[in-house]
């Protein structure tokens, strides 16, 4: 059994809808992380969050928000999509290590 | 700025041959280095980590290996299978307790034939 799930794990919207992108995990982790990756780039981080109240902004978190239901549940949110938010979406978790544990990933088309 | 980077994106190798993955680094004062491999429509898996005051570290047909003096970092793959084709990133830390961000490279996107 996975111990990081994301649903859905494909997508295609059209411009200007909301999409929710959901998280969730079995391994006890309080710390939770969106990233997204594009073609020909590394991962980069939109939101962390190190427990239920706890969330923070990364380095690309425009045009998104989130959301920590519960220690094992994190959402994402494209409020108003658009193109060039066309990429591959990844949760990942840790503990109070650096180690993080990924998700198999979204990939999230935006016509 | 702060950014890690390969110095190859792609690399093929022969089944049974040693792969070499390197990766260069720009903040000297990261304290741990994570190699990560990425199969196709997978996440990043874990493969080895390195902390700052070490040279060198080996796991189960990989090594890494870390030159502070000209901020390099590279990955050995010992007997190449197919099964290691991928995208290999390297990850730092940096230190000061912020371990919560791994900036990540760019990807090294690695192909054995048999």
């Known amino acids: 059994d996975a111990d990081v799930t994301q649903t859905p794990r494909n997508r295609i919207t059209k411009t200007g809808k909301r999409i929710m992108l959901e998280c969730s995990q079995t391994?006890?982790?309080?710390?939770m992380y969106w990233y997204r990756q594009d073609p020909g780039l590394g991962l980069r981080l939109i939101y962390y969050?190190?427990?239920?109240?706890?969330?923070n902004k990364g380095e690309i978190s425009d045009g998104y928000s989130v959301s920590r239901q519960a220690q094992a549940k994190f959402s994402l949110s494209l409020e108003s999509a658009i193109p060039n938010q066309t990429a591959l979406y990844f949760c990942?978790?840790?503990?109070?290590?650096?180690?993080?544990?990924f998700g198999p990933g979204t990939r999230l088309t935006v016509l | 700025g702060e950014s890690v980077g390969l110095h190859l994106p792609t690399l093929s190798v022969q089944e049974g041959d040693n792969s070499i993955i390197n990766c260069a680094y720009s903040?000297?004062?990261?304290?741990?280095f994570i190699w990560y491999k990425q199969e196709s429509g997978k996440g990043p898996q874990f493969i080895i980590d390195?902390?700052?005051?070490?040279d060198k570290r080996q796991g189960q047909r990989v090594t890494v290996l870390l030159n502070k003096t000209v901020k390099h970092l590279s990955l050995q793959i010992a007997a190449t299978q197919p099964g290691d084709s991928a995208v290999y990133f390297c990850?730092?830390?940096?230190?000061?307790?912020?371990?919560?961000?791994?900036?990540f490279g760019k990807g090294t996107l690695l192909t054995v034939n048999p």
């Open positions: 990942a978790t840790s503990d109070a290590r650096w180690e993080q544990f």
């Open positions: 391994k006890g982790h309080d710390r």
């Open positions: 969050s190190f427990d239920v109240k706890d969330i």
């Open positions: 903040n000297s004062a990261s304290d741990y």
């Open positions: 390195i902390r700052s005051n070490m």
């Open positions: 990850a730092e830390i940096p230190s000061g307790g912020s371990n919560y961000k791994l900036t």
